[in-house]
């Protein structure tokens, strides 16, 4: 079963999923911190992720994420929203973006809290 990993500034972690598993699903599994305000519908770009390696792997981009990925920050060649993205046979890495950290930390409180207070939040630049 393919390996993805979740890079941020803040955590970097690694999950096991089936083929088919979209990328939001498998950041969920990991406990990845990956924002989706729509709830994983492809009615925002909160989800927006950056594919580091394995993007060939992935599921191909349909129109409406293309749509929606032009709302997003900060958009690359290599950008995807991770509620669209099905995860194939091979291995893939992926880059938390800032956006979509963002949004995390907006739907998680709790979390924020608890990294404001570690001196972790809001991100040094």
């Known amino acids: ?6 890079k941020s500034p803040l955590d970097d972690v ?11 699903d498998a950041a969920e599994k ?17 989800c927006h992720v950056w594919v580091r390696k394995g ?13 929606r990925l032009d709302m997003g920050f900060d958009v690359r060649p290599y950008s995807r929203l991770s509620c669209q993205s099905e995860v194939g046979q091979t291995d893939v ?11 995390y930390m907006d739907e998680n409180p709790i979390v924020r809290r608890r990294l404001e207070s570690e001196g972790k939040w809001p991100l040094k630049k």
């Open 14 to 24: 690694t999950v096991e999923v089936s083929p088919g598993t979209t990328l939001l």
């Open 93 to 103: 890495h992926v880059e938390i973006t800032e956006e979509s950290l963002s949004a």
């Open 55 to 67: 993007l060939e792997s992935l599921s191909e981009q349909r129109d409406e994420e293309m749509d």
């Open 30 to 46: 990991a406990g990845a911190q990956v924002g989706h305000s729509c709830g994983g519908v492809c009615a925002c770009s909160t």
């Open 1 to 6: 079963m393919p390996k993805v990993h979740f």
